[in-house]
């Protein structure tokens, strides 16, 4: 566990999510550290418990500098909220910049959004950490992020019962 209470996580690294004005269910959907290569990464969901593309929902993968799983998330975020009819676009569409407010500062980050619905995938780095953000239903530059210090006060929905 690092300074933030992250299980397994390296010290200095740095999980981020949506700041506490936040209204709904906040869920952890994975985490992981490779005490070998030192990478780490913490995935959270934001939103309803269930999916439901009628409700508002965000996702924010913070990941160690270099890490997989940046990419695998950014594919994960195209795939689901860049998808149309079920399929993966063709071609992405350009990237746009957004600011996003970051621990009260502005942070560029790159954009996807496809104009036929209202998903989009965000990508940007904070410090050492890379962070890439997808959703629906909400502005992602009115998202303001902050740093995660403790992933207890999450609901995990992959956890075992009992």
């Given amino acids: ?14 999980a981020f999510g949506v700041d506490a004005a936040w209204p709904q269910s906040r869920q952890v959907t994975g985490h992981g550290h490779d005490r070998v290569g030192g990478d780490a990464h ?10 439901d593309p009628e409700v508002a929902h965000v996702t924010v993968s913070s990941a160690s500098l ?14 689901d909220y860049l ?11 350009a990237p746009e910049p957004v600011t ?14 496809e104009g036929r619905n209202c998903g989009w995938v965000a990508r940007g780095r904070v410090g050492t950490t890379d962070v890439v953000l997808s959703g ?8 303001g992020l902050v740093r995660v210090s403790d992933l207890t006060c999450f609901s995990n929905p992959f956890g075992f019962l009992g």
Wanted: aromatic share 10%; proline share 13%; glycine share 16%.
């Fill in 1 to 14: 566990m690092n300074e933030h209470g992250i299980p397994g996580a390296p010290e200095g690294f740095t």
């Fill in 42 to 51: 913490v995935h959270l969901w934001f939103g309803s418990p269930h999916f």
């Fill in 66 to 79: 270099g890490n997989p799983e940046v990419e695998e998330a950014l594919q994960r975020g195209f795939e």
């Fill in 83 to 93: 998808a149309t009819g079920g399929e993966p676009p063709a071609a992405l569409p």
């Fill in 100 to 113: 996003v407010t970051v621990e009260g500062r502005p942070v560029v980050f790159e954009l996807w959004r």
């Fill in 136 to 143: 629906s239903g909400v502005d992602p530059e009115g998202l």
